[in-house]
């Protein structure tokens, strides 16, 4: 077992987070990851109304009686979702931890706080992470250049986010980003985390509601197949490479416009490649871990093997090499 101000605070038996997933957040996959020890988040915009998402809550607690929580991502859009009628569903469906995203946390504090939700707010530099502990929230999970979606535009791997968050902050940091293993597990808490978040490799597992075919692309790539896209706007994201991503790439670096990518990026292409299982029909999320991701296991098995691994490294690997004594 692994004990951290992680697990104390919010309850689980392993400090181990599956972040937001657009399109694969659902209930399945977050109801193996509670059962496993785990925190799992459903992610609210997979559903298409705030009565689907109170429905996918409840066939969630169908699946478990363990800690689960919600996703709530606000992300620039023309046509932006209810955001606060997903909230009172969140509210409303008594689920007690939140993960927000993409934007300025206050106004879902102001919310989730009287009703005693806790909030992770998912941050990509120390000086955001800073400012969502001011405004109160419980825990910050901080997405480094290496992670899958959303990186930010400072371009800070987690080797050195991490460490300078945790110089900085004094509420329970998540490292997040390029972690597969026991090995990045151990790696984040000897730089200063009281957990970590994944998403690519939760995607990898038996339970993860997309197409097997998927699956078996992300194991048979390395850590070289994926793309940064939309850098010219200013709103990175790290995406597996197909064709379509290096067509969006060729666009940008001669100037065309968001017209021209706005079919090939739309979520719903993206949604089919989890669906339909081609690669190739559309943008899809993954990171640089798919390097290190060589299986496709069950929640349970990943969480536990990655935690009985992650003792065995500090038992023996890290105190063999503190044992030995100058000649
Ligand atoms: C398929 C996929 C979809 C994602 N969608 C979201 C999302 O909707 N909201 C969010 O906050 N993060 C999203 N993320 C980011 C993850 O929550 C997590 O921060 C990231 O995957 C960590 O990097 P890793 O993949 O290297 O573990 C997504 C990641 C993946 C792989």
């Given amino acids: 077992m692994l004990r951290t101000r992680f697990t104390e605070t919010f309850g689980v038996d392993h400090p181990i ?31 298409p109304t705030p009565e689907d998402l109170s429905k996918e809550i409840e066939r969630c607690r169908e699946m478990t009686d363990r800690p689960f929580g919600v996703n709530l991502t606000i992300l620039p859009a023309i046509n932006p979702p209810p955001y606060a009628e997903y909230r009172q569903a969140i509210i409303e469906s008594g689920v007690k931890i939140v993960e927000t995203a993409g934007s300025n946390p206050a106004e879902h504090l102001a919310d989730f706080q009287p009703h005693d939700i806790k909030v992770i707010h998912k941050a990509t530099s120390v000086r955001h992470a800073l400012k ?22 400072d371009d800070v791997p987690g080797l050195v986010l991490i460490p300078a968050a945790a110089d900085a902050l004094e509420i329970p940091i998540i490292a997040s980003g390029g972690i597969a293993d026991a090995r990045g597990l151990v790696a984040a808490l000897a730089l200063g985390a009281d957990a970590v978040n994944m998403g690519t490799r939760f995607m990898c597992t038996v339970e993860s509601p997309i197409h097997q075919n998927i699956k078996e692309h992300i194991v048979g790539a390395d850590e070289r197949s994926t793309d940064l896209i939309f850098r010219t706007l200013h709103n990175t994201a790290r995406v597996a490479r197909n064709k379509v991503s290096q067509e969006v790439l060729e666009i940008e670096a001669r100037g065309g416009t968001f017209d021209e990518l706005r079919d090939l990026v739309s979520g719903q292409r993206g949604r089919r490649v989890y669906e339909e299982g081609d690669p190739d029909v559309g943008i899809w999320t993954a990171g640089l871990c798919q390097g290190l991701i060589h299986d496709i296991p069950t929640c349970h098995d990943l969480v536990h093997g990655m935690v009985s691994d992650a003792v065995e490294i ?9 044992a030995v004594q100058p000649a």
Avoid: K
């Avoid at 599956?18 to 559903?47: C, D, K, S, Y």
């Fill in 17 to 47: 987070v599956q972040g937001g997933m657009q399109w694969v957040g659902r209930a399945e996959l977050v109801a193996a990851v509670a059962n496993a020890g785990a925190l799992g988040f459903i992610t609210a915009l997979t559903q």
């Fill in 132 to 153: 969502a502990q001011t405004l109160g929230v419980d825990a910050v999970s901080i997405d480094g250049l290496d992670c899958a979606g959303h990186p930010g535009e």
């Fill in 314 to 322: 500090v038992e023996e690997r890290l105190a063999g090499f503190a």
